[in-house]
């Protein structure tokens, strides 16, 4: 009889410590993702400010060609 005890005692704490190491790889897991989506957003903003920037060189060539053209007509 002592020794069902202490086998289900046994198997209690061998499932209660898999329980926690799957709650700690997903608590894991999640703190993972959420410092890569912080990484991509940074990454995607500076894309964005690069883009605009390009944005803003070609409006200004098209600006100094329009005016070359006026010039030239």
Same mark, same amino acid.
């Given at each position: *009889?002592?020794?069902? /005890? %202490?086998?289900?005692?046994?198997?209690?704490?061998?499932? %209660?410590?898999?329980?926690?190491?799957?709650? !700690? %790889? /997903?608590?894991?897991?999640? @703190?993972? *993702? @959420?410092?890569?989506?912080? &990484?991509?957003?940074?990454?995607?903003?500076?894309?964005? &400010?690069?883009? !605009?920037? /390009?944005?803003?060189? %070609?409006? @200004?060539? !098209?600006?100094?060609?329009?005016?070359?053209?006026?010039?030239?007509?």
């Amino acid at each position: *009889m002592e020794q069902q /005890i %202490l086998a289900t005692w046994a198997q209690v704490f061998a499932t %209660l410590i898999v329980g926690l190491a799957q709650c !700690g %790889l /997903i608590a894991w897991g999640l @703190r993972q *993702m @959420r410092v890569s989506s912080q &990484e991509r957003n940074r990454q995607l903003d500076t894309q964005a &400010e690069t883009l !605009g920037k /390009i944005g803003q060189a %070609l409006d @200004r060539q !098209g600006e100094v060609l329009a005016e070359l053209l006026r010039r030239t007509a």
